[in-house]
């Protein structure tokens, strides 16, 4: 069955393992960096939620080389506004991208983007409390 809306990871997780356990994969990690060893280990998030067989299969895909991270793809149910609220109240507290992105359900990409327009709009509006000097001879 052709799932184009699913990015390659889970379509690929879905056509082996089944549509509900590739959303459900995205719901768990989606939007998130993800660790991936050389070899599989029943101490692995992946192994820990979705069993060692899911995380042997991680590790036979093209997406990534062993030992590195790999960017999982979000999954269709995301509420974006909502996640910006809450994204919004996180970036004052002392968290990584990572957790930010776990919390809020964004991709990490997009919480780096959302991070930078807010420190752009908290400029903008502390350059406005400082009118520029008039111009003109006293």
Do not use: C, K
Request: no cysteine.
């Amino acid at each position: 069955m052709e799932r184009v809306w699913l990015p390659n990871l889970l379509r690929d997780m879905a056509e082996v393992h089944g549509l509900p356990v590739a959303l459900a994969f995205a719901r768990r990690f989606g939007g998130r960096y993800l660790y991936l060893p050389a070899s599989a280990t029943a101490e692995h998030p992946v192994a820990r939620a979705f069993g060692i067989e899911m995380l042997e299969w991680l590790l036979t895909r093209d997406y990534h080389q062993p030992g590195t991270r790999i960017t999982v793809p979000q999954g269709p149910d995301a509420d974006r506004a909502q996640q910006l609220r809450v994204l919004r109240s996180l970036a004052a507290r002392p968290l990584t991208v990572d957790q930010m992105a776990g919390e809020t359900g964004l991709h990490v990409r997009t919480v780096h983007r959302w991070l930078a327009r807010f420190r752009e709009e908290q400029e903008s509006r502390q350059l406005n409390l400082f009118p520029p000097p008039s111009s003109g001879a006293s």
